[in-house]
């Protein structure tokens, strides 16, 4: 195996391993690490629509509304575009906005026990070339 598919390789199980300790840290929320991240979105980009949180999720656009809508029997958000009646703007809830108040803080807990061995350039340099290899790649797609 060559060095490249090797770092590949490593970079996807350490995903996964990741996304195991999310899903289980998230479960006191009752929320998957997508539906998280689609909160976690919504904050940041209040009105952006479906097509546009699937892209930044990272789901098929044909599989959005598995996501939006639990978060939306919840309660937590969706709201109707006063502009365009087939156009949606997602947004957060009041219920959401609580809802991610309480689980940031599960997240972050999780991100520093699992980073807690690495020293401050070491992690900048994870994240530099992490942030490089996503740029890369998305360049490609």
């Known amino acids: 195996m060559s060095a490249a598919s090797g770092t590949i390789f490593l970079l996807k199980r350490a995903e ?6 999310v899903e289980k840290a998230l479960l006191q929320a009752g929320l998957t690490p997508t539906q998280f991240h689609v909160l976690l979105l919504l904050e940041r980009n209040p009105g952006i629509s479906a097509a546009q949180v699937a892209r930044s999720v990272g ?16 309660g937590l958000l969706r709201r109707p575009s006063a502009a365009h009646r087939r156009v949606l703007e997602i947004r957060l809830s009041a219920a959401g906005v609580r809802l991610l108040a309480r689980t940031l803080p599960i997240v972050s807990r999780l991100e520093d026990e699992l980073l807690a061995g690495f020293p401050d350039p070491a992690l900048r340099t994870l994240q530099d070339t992490l942030e490089r290899v996503r740029a890369t790649a998305e360049a490609r797609s």
């Open 16 to 21: 996964l391993a990741v996304r195991g300790c």
């Open 59 to 74: 789901i098929r656009p044909q599989s959005v509304n598995d996501s939006l809508g639990p978060l939306e029997r919840k």
